[in-house]
């Protein structure tokens, strides 16, 4: 089973983008400024786009709780392994 969201990048064509990857219905990728999630944000739909704006929201709030968790995670990961 795949995680819910995922975090890719291309930094190899556009170092100050990234981008979040929902595999759930639906599913799509949310490109974003690497200094800010709704920071030059923009929705590629993979799926047909839900109908209903709040659905978007929640869909949109809860990438950027799992993108702010996963940033924080691996900074505690580095400053871990600096310890050691």
């Not at 639906?26 to 709704?38: A, S, T, V, W």
């Amino acid at each position: 089973m795949l995680p819910k969201f995922l975090i890719a990048d291309n930094s190899q064509e556009s170092s100050d983008l990234v981008y979040v990857v929902h595999t759930e219905k639906p599913r799509c990728i949310i490109e974003c400024d690497l200094d800010g999630f709704y920071s030059n944000q923009h929705i590629h739909w993979i799926d047909e786009e839900p109908f209903s704006q709040d659905d978007i929201d929640t869909l949109l709030e809860e990438a950027e709780d799992f993108y702010e968790k996963e940033l924080d995670n691996q900074e505690e990961l580095y400053d871990n392994l600096e310890e050691l």
